[in-house]
């Protein structure tokens, strides 16, 4: 009598242990094919990364050729040393043509970081060069820069400031770049 309700019907005993143990098949099966999927997804989520990479090298590399090319022919060109001397002698007498021959201050720093957004080979070099001046109202900027192309050297003209337009002598600042290529000839 004790398996049968009073209507007579059989009554079905409740078994926490076996419920515990479907509990814990169905989370450990669960845990697997989540396990599984994510592997999947991480094996998938690496073969992109890694076409990802293979693409950004590409496009490197090909910049760096357009690079090369363009610059390429100049390149021969430049210095293969640092010589700060010959960049301000040079300089002093472009600006003593100009009727500069006293109150310039330079400043030279070697290899400094390069003006240029895109990559430049390892081997070439930047030199930073500030030029202050004072100068009268005959200061023509634009036949100062006409000359600077006329040089032997290369010269990337980063920064040009005139403070005072006003007055009869106007400060001058300019940041210049040239570049040598680091090489040793034996």
Not at 30 to 38: D, E, I, K, P, V
Not at 75 to 85: D, G
Not at 108 to 135: C, G, H, M, Y
Request: proline share 4%; hydrophobic share 40%.
């Amino acid at each position: 009598m004790p398996n049968r309700n009073v209507f007579g019907k059989r009554i079905k005993r409740f078994n926490p242990l076996l419920w515990i143990f479907l509990v814990f098949i169905i989370v450990f099966v669960s845990r697997f094919l989540l396990l599984g999927t994510m592997a999947n997804q991480l094996e998938d989520e690496k073969r992109k990364e890694t076409e990802v990479k293979r693409e950004i090298n590409a496009v490197i590399q090909e910049e760096e050729s357009d690079f090369q090319s363009s610059v390429g022919p100049y390149i021969t060109r430049l210095p293969n040393r640092y010589q700060p001397q010959a960049i301000e002698q040079e300089l002093r007498s472009l600006l003593m043509i100009l009727g500069f021959d006293t109150l310039v201050r330079f400043t030279i720093e070697d290899q400094v970081s390069s003006p240029f957004q895109a990559t430049v080979p390892s081997l070439l070099r930047s030199v930073k060069i500030e030029i202050r001046l004072a100068a009268d109202d005959t200061f023509n900027p634009v036949e100062l820069l006409d000359l600077l192309k006329e040089l032997n050297r290369f010269y990337y003209v980063s920064d040009f400031e005139i403070e005072g337009w006003n007055t009869d002598y106007r400060s001058v600042r300019i940041i210049l770049y040239t570049f040598y290529y680091e090489v040793e000839i034996n």
